[in-house]
Nanobody, 126 residues
């Protein structure tokens, strides 16, 4: 049973920073063998892709609106993936979730057969 759990959300002001964590657990699960992604869902909107790190750690890519502000990193021994968010804006307000899938294409598409966490709320006030 694979479980993903996010933490680190909160209420901040525009321009502030937050670091979200996604902890992964499971008998044989390792983030080194899965592509890990971050997604967000704002009120009244569809879930949206934020960024991804590949299983081997060689590749990261982000949606345009967060490029230069958000960074994904990971601690493989601890099975944790981070989302560092800088210069936050009110339109970054959303529930942020992490997901895992062996296929980057399916992960990017927010496939239903990915492993998903429950999400953590990020609220950015102006």
């Amino acid at each position: 049973q694979v479980q993903l759990g996010e933490s680190g959300g909160g209420l901040v002001q525009a321009g502030d920073s937050l670091r979200l964590s996604c902890g992964a657990s499971g008998p044989t699960f390792s983030i080194s063998r899965y592509n890990m992604g971050w997604f967000r869902q704002a009120p009244g909107k569809e879930r949206a892709f934020v960024g991804i790190v590949s299983g081997d750690g060689s590749t990261t890519f982000y949606t345009d609106s967060v490029k230069g502000r958000f960074t994904i990193s990971r601690d493989v021994p601890k099975n944790i993936v981070y989302l560092q968010m800088n210069n936050l804006r009110p339109d970054d307000t959303a529930v942020y979730s992490c997901a895992a899938h062996r296929s980057i294409a399916k992960l990017t598409a927010a496939s239903a057969d990915a492993y998903w966490g429950q999400g953590t709320q990020v609220t950015v006030s102006s």
